[in-house]
Nanobody, 123 residues
Framework: QVQVVESGGGLVQAGGSLRLSCVAS????????MAWFRQAPGKEREFVAS????????DYADSVKGRFIISRDNPKNTMYLQMDNLGPEDTAIYYC????????????????WGQGTQVTVSS
């Protein structure tokens, strides 16, 4: 059974940092592209960042470039999102997703999803 579990969300002041983690079990983690998406209140879910199965391909949404860093630790089946210089516009539920092999920013192509972790940034 595949499980994708996010952690690390919380409440932080503007300018602060958070580190999200995502653990995927029940899959051969090394073969999966991993990604973060987020959904703010009243908005559609949007792509944040993705990291390819060998970590060669990394993509970021323009809105987070230079502030967020995605990484992965394959032996631990874990992906991370280091978020710095957070602003109120980053407030959202952050979802972890897994896709077999090829990287993509299209959420419709992802196979497995976590339940999400809430990130709230106060001004």
């Amino acid at each position: 059974q595949v499980q994708v579990v996010e952690s690390g969300g919380g409440l932080v002041q503007a300018g602060g940092s958070l580190r999200l983690s995502c653990v995927a079990s029940g899959v051969t983690f090394n073969y999966y592209t991993m990604a973060w998406f987020r959904q703010a209140p009243g908005k559609e879910r949007e792509f944040v960042a993705s990291i390819g199965w060998r970590a060669y391909n990394i993509d970021y949404a323009d809105s987070v470039k230079g502030r967020f860093i995605i990484s992965r630790d394959n032996p631990k089946n874990t992906m991370y999102l280091q978020m710095d210089n957070l602003g109120p516009e980053d407030t959202a539920i952050y979802y972890c997703a897994a896709k077999y092999v090829l990287s993509s920013m299209d959420e419709g192509l992802y196979d497995y999803w976590g339940q999400g972790t809430q990130v709230t940034v106060s001004s």
